[in-house]
T-cell receptor, first 112, second 115 residues
Framework: KNQVEQSPQSLIILEGKNCTLQCNYTVSPFSNLRWYKQDTGRGPVSLTIMTFSENTKSNGRYTATLDADTKQSSLHITASQLSDSASYIC???????????FGKGNQVVVIP | DVKVTQSSRYLVKRTGEKVFLECVQDMDHENMFWYRQDPGLGLRLIYFSYDVKMKEKGDIPEGYSVSREKKERFSLILESASTNQTSMYLCASNDRPGLVLNEQFFGPGTRLTVL
């Protein structure tokens, strides 16, 4: 069973609208959580990094939230643009080692 | 800016060929990683290296080997390529744990097709 589950698997939204992507994890002990954006045919690029004590982190129109008690995170995209079309990958890092648990990604398509 | 480069963006090889995928990082990072990414499976760790000449198996090392002769370079080797190794291969690097938040910086990927 995957330790990081993301939903929805894919999403189509109109340009200018908002959307929220979900990430639930079972990884323990928790160190930090990242959201990466991966454009088609490219490597992932980090959007946000959150540690146990952080509840929210913003990067421009991207806002990530973390509830370490319920082991849930979300990524909110505000006023979506065509360039937001990408896969968004949730990654959870276990405390004490350098291993990452990857979600399978949320595929977002923004249409005009 | 951290720069992780991979030798090829696209590669087509035949079954049984020996394949070398090269990765170079310019930030003096201690750790380097090789992943493969397949639809519906996400990223899976093949091998990683904490130091020159050091290597550790990841989750799916079968059919692969690695080489780290210099700190900045990490090579992935497919000794005898097979069709089930057709995939996107991603290299990443980061600093030693404890010094930073372990963010991994990824290269652009190599799309390998084995015919």
């Amino acid at each position: 069973k995957n330790q990081v589950e993301q939903s929805p698997q894919s999403l189509i939204i109109l340009e200018g609208k908002n959307c929220t992507l979900q990430c639930n994890y079972t990884v323990s002990p928790f160190s930090n959580l990242r959201w990466y954006k991966q454009d088609t045919g490219r490597g992932p690029v980090s959007l946000t990094i959150m540690t146990f004590s952080e509840n929210t982190k913003s990067n421009g129109r991207y806002t990530a939230t973390l509830d370490a008690d319920t082991k849930q995170s979300s990524l909110h995209i505000t006023a979506s643009q065509l360039s937001d079309s990408a896969s968004y990958i949730c990654v959870v890092i276990t405390y004490g080692n350098n291993r990452l648990a990857f979600g399978k990604g949320n595929q977002v398509v923004v249409i005009p | 800016d951290v720069k992780v480069t991979q030798s090829s963006r696209y590669l087509v090889k035949r079954t049984g060929e020996k394949v070398f995928l090269e990765c170079v990082q310019d930030m003096d990072h201690e750790n380097m990683f090789w992943y493969r990414q397949d639809p519906g499976l996400g990223l899976r760790l093949i091998y990683f290296s904490y130091d020159v000449k050091m290597k550790e198996k990841g989750d799916i090392p079968e059919g692969y080997s690695v080489s780290r002769e210099k700190k900045e370079r990490f090579s992935l080797i497919l000794e005898s390529a097979s069709t089930n190794q057709t995939s996107m291969y991603l290299c990443a690097s980061n600093d030693r744990p404890g010094l930073v938040l372990n963010e991994q910086f990824f290269g652009p990927g190599t799309r390998l097709t084995v015919l």
